[in-house]
């Protein structure tokens, strides 16, 4: 199966910070790799797909790059509604399966 | 506006099975796509546990195979998930969600539902 892994597992940062998280696949997934916010109590919302687009209606603060095995999820400028945990996701796996990250807290600092 | 609605029992006795149902409303499950389960243990990460295709293929996380069965009523617009042999570590956030391919995010979710495993 292939695993991801997340840097940092959490981080500190103030209202317009640039902030970056790293996500990490066991083998090569090509761009086959999600970002996903969720808040506490709320479902994950899916932010960006297929490594950099941007999903309909996403601030255009978000960006994510990077192919293969490493990416990279920006937030250009935080907002205070972007204090969450970000999961990545792998969908290159299929149909054998769909794996996540185990996440990267943003709080305030 | 496509949504997602899990509903089943909150609470799961040990080795019994967990069955719960997810309506979807704004758009016709047999119109196509993927509708999957994916859970979430109370203060831990997400884990995909399977997807079924609008005609009835199905896809398992090869950790849970073994005790997932998902279906999908086209005439109610709902697919639903049984995992059996439940145990404690089988307690979590359900969500079901919507996937446009079978190598595809999951772009649509339900609010998810606390399923707890306890006697």
């Known amino acids: 199966a292939i695993r991801m892994t997340q840097s940092p597992s959490s981080l500190s940062a103030s209202t317009g910070d640039r902030v970056t998280i790293t996500c990490r696949a066991s083998?090569?997934?090509?761009?086959?790799l999600a970002w996903y916010q969720q808040k506490p109590g709320k479902a994950p919302k899916l932010l960006i797909y297929a490594a950099s687009t941007l999903q309909s209606g996403v601030p255009s603060r978000f960006s994510g790059s990077g192919s293969g095995t490493d990416f990279t999820l920006t937030i250009s400028c935080l907002q205070s509604e972007d204090f969450a945990t970000y999961y990545c996701q792998q969908y290159y796996s299929y149909p054998v399966g769909f794996t996540f990250g185990p996440g990267t807290k943003v709080d305030i600092k | 506006q496509v949504q997602l609605q899990e509903s089943g029992p909150g609470l799961v006795k040990p080795s019994e099975t967990l069955s719960l149902t997810c309506a979807v409303s704004g758009y016709s499950i047999s119109s196509g796509y993927y509708w999957g389960w994916i859970r979430q243990p109370p203060g831990k990460g997400l884990e995909w546990i399977g997807s079924i295709y609008h005609s009835g293929s199905t896809y398992y996380n090869p950790s849970l195979k073994s005790r997932v069965t998902i279906s999908v009523d086209t005439s109610k617009n709902q697919f639903s998930l049984k995992l059996s042999s439940v145990t404690a570590a089988d307690t979590a956030v359900y969500y079901c969600?919507?996937?446009?391919?079978?190598?595809?995010?999951?772009?649509?979710w339900g609010q998810g539902t606390l399923v707890t495993v306890s006697s």
């Open positions: 969600a919507r996937h446009v391919g079978i190598a595809a995010p999951f772009d649509y």
């Open positions: 083998q090569g997934i090509s761009s086959y």
